[in-house]
């Protein structure tokens, strides 16, 4: 009897780990061919309204599945908890983003859906969140900064992208202390050192001295 017990608790676990959402996700870096950004989507299909953010070359992603020339992308933003790119632009060996690769040409697919964008009227935050991206870099040195809303709510956004109208992933408090370990013109991409959330807040809303 024991031998039967422990036989069917084995055949739970093995089928358990051969459950989709049992295995570990992978890790993939985006690597299109021109060296630039690529859409992700909301699903897995190019239309003109399921274009969430455009990621930068050398960006790590989780992958939790890949299907149908689409990689599944374990966004985990708000209320969206998975988002598709095309498995065509990722690769799974790292590369590390460069100005020059920022500023090449960006691949034709990717092209086309962004002109069907604007030429609807959606693409104007967009283009400006790619400005952004375009002057991205890696800081050389990793260092603490603080937050410092300047709002009557007393927070600040830590967004997905560099662009204020790009997906919200949490609030950042007064005094909050964040990692950069990337920046824009006009953003700093941070990590959170107690959770390891990675986002972009706006300069203007942190410090380099606590109040």
């Known amino acids: 009897m024991l031998k039967r017990i422990a036989a069917l608790a084995l055949l739970a676990v093995l089928a358990l780990a051969l459950m989709p959402g049992a295995s570990a996700n992978t890790i993939m870096y985006v690597s299109p061919a021109a060296g630039t950004t690529v859409n992700l989507r909301s ?12 990621v930068p070359y050398g960006t790590a992603l989780s992958v939790k599945y890949i299907s149908g020339g689409w990689a599944c992308i374990d966004y985990n933003v708000g209320s969206i908890g998975e988002a598709y790119m095309m498995v065509k632009y990722l690769t799974n060996d790292y590369v590390a983003p460069t100005s020059a690769n920022m500023k090449r040409k960006a691949n034709t697919d990717e092209e086309a859906a962004f002109a069907q964008e604007e030429a609807s009227g959606m693409a104007a935050h967009y283009r400006k969140m790619n400005e952004q991206f375009k002057s991205f870099r890696l800081v050389a040195r990793p260092f603490t900064v603080y937050g410092k809303p300047e709002r009557v709510s007393g927070w600040s956004n830590l967004r ?3 662009n204020e109208k790009a997906t919200l992933i949490r ?3 007064q005094n909050e202390q964040l990692t950069v370990i990337g920046e824009t013109d006009r953003w700093y991409q941070v990590q959170d050192p107690q959770s390891g959330i990675v986002g972009y807040i706006s300069r203007f809303y942190v410090t380099t001295n606590p109040n």
Request: glycine fraction near 0%; charged fraction near 20%; hydrophobic fraction near 40%.
């Open 171 to 173: 609030r950042v408090r």
């Open 160 to 162: 997905f992208a560099p």
């Open 43 to 54: 699903t897995p299909e190019i239309t003109k309204t399921n274009l969430l953010v455009q």
